[in-house]
């Protein structure tokens, strides 16, 4: 293999929405060099940043039907048990909610949970409190998706933070996501909740750093299942 072929194969992919950003740091940074060699300097780095923040590295994700995987990079920041979003109209009974909370410096790119077909998709003006705020899943800016799966509903809520202005999906109501597939992003700086039923079996603790498609939050056939893995 090649230097060049190797220097490629070691660069991380960078997701399409970052492409505006990264051309608006572009052109500051050639504007400012004829103005000042420090704010050029420090318009690069903030560039740099950008290509960071919407780095889009391939995942290993574990191919097993009854898993659940992190649908976000992050700290895994509370595990309880409430009612679903009210927007989605679901039953009135409690689920299981495991909460991601995102950092400026995580992968924004958004995978889903769990295999299923979406059955709704409910977008929620709001706030935007500190994601990490329990408070947060109720009153700020947020999208929700429910998703139909052989266990039962499953639900995936993206939560704008006290940063995040721009919540993105490309899927649509009747689509049916592959565990791990991307579905969204959260600029910049987020959380991410995802419901499921009660009684599931959980195998995350709260402050655990969750990798994306990759991390198994629960798994409803139990702790000591084997799996099998694909990369996305």
Known sequence: MSIGASIKNGLVPIHKAGYPF???????????????????WLSAIVTLWVCY???????????QDGLVVAPADG???????????????????????ISIFLSIFDCHVNRAPIAGRIARIAYTPG?????????????????????DTI????????????????????VAE????????????????SRLDVYLPVGTPV???VGQ??????TVLADFRGPMSERGYSTT
């Open 203 to 205: 195998l995350v603790a």
């Open 75 to 97: 700290r895994v920041s509370m595990i309880t048990e409430i009612l679903p979003p009210p927007e989605l109209d679901m039953p009135a009974e409690r689920m299981l909610r």
């Open 174 to 189: 009747d689509h049916r996501l592959e565990m791990g597939h991307r579905f969204g992003l959260v600029r910049f700086g």
């Open 127 to 147: 706030r935007f409190f500190n994601a990490d705020l329990d408070k947060a899943s109720e009153y700020n800016e947020r999208n929700a998706i429910a998703l």
């Open 53 to 63: 923040f919407f780095r889009d590295p391939p995942r290993t994700t574990p191919v």
């Open 22 to 40: 990264i051309a608006i740091g572009i052109v500051a940074m050639a504007g400012f060099a004829f103005l000042s060699a420090s704010l050029a």
């Open 209 to 214: 750093i969750a990798t994306a498609g990759e």
């Open 151 to 170: 266990h039962g509903p499953v639900v995936v809520v993206q939560i704008a933070g006290f940063i995040a202005r721009r919540i993105v999906h490309w």
